[in-house]
């Protein structure tokens, strides 16, 4: 069965640059949502779409944005990078009003 | 997180039964869940529960819900080698259109030989 995609798997940026996160949905999910997850911490919620508009947000720094697209894909950009950031971030997908989230293999950002 | 709450560490031996437990603090959610992540890796949903259910079970698995006391435990019976991950208990949203998932702190567990 199809799952979440995420790319890139690994990403290396230095400090103030900036970085794309894509998150490609299990087909005929429509609602995406983006996590943070420190070294050893738990994830934690950034931000949701459904059917490409922001119903949620969390905790991202207004540094993050993102967006969903007429596709469902998602993609979430980070500009000034800063060390803090450094972080395994997943994208989970689902069915609006669905039990279930599907999380991707994750996206492990390292900042320099 | 700091609304969900889990011991940090579990030893056990193969092939005794594993109790994990959370506590939880929003009593509206509607749904409780329990997630596997092994290292490097991502987040693999084991099952969830329903907040009107007691029990569940699925094979290995058994989720036990106390809604009065907020508190949610796994056991996993027969433990195996291969079940040793983080476990991470989590919470759904439970206001207007919010079902992002509220995480505990995550549960070590060690599967010894």
């Known amino acids: 069965a199809a799952g979440v995609i995420q790319s890139p798997r690994h990403l290396i940026k230095e400090k103030r640059e900036t970085a794309t996160l894509k998150c490609y949905p299990i087909p005929r999910h429509d609602t995406v949502y983006w996590y943070q997850q420190g070294p050893g911490q738990d994830p934690q919620f950034l931000i949701s779409f459904y059917e490409k508009m922001q119903s949620d947000k969390g905790s991202i720094p207004d540094r993050f944005s993102a967006q969903q697209f007429s596709d469902y894909h998602s993609e979430l950009n980070m500009s000034s990078l800063e060390l803090g950031d450094s972080a395994l971030y997943f994208c989970?997908?689902?069915?609006?009003?669905?039990?279930?989230?599907?999380f991707g293999p994750g996206t492990r950002l390292t900042v320099l | 997180g700091e609304d969900v709450e889990q011991s940090l560490f579990l030893s056990v031996r193969e092939g005794d039964s594993s109790v994990i437990n959370c506590t939880y603090t929003d009593s509206s959610s509607t749904y409780l869940y329990w997630y596997k992540q092994e290292p490097g890796a991502g987040l693999q949903l084991l099952t969830y529960i329903f907040s009107n259910m007691d029990m569940k079970q699925d094979q290995r698995l058994t989720v036990l819900l106390n809604k009065k006391d907020k508190h949610l435990s796994l056991r996993i019976a027969d433990t195996q080698t291969g079940d040793s991950a983080i476990y991470f208990c989590a919470e759904q949203g439970s206001s207007g259109s919010a079902r992002q998932l509220t995480f505990g702190s995550g549960t070590q567990l060690t599967v010894l030989p």
């Open positions: 989970a997908t689902g069915l609006a009003g669905g039990i279930e989230q599907f």
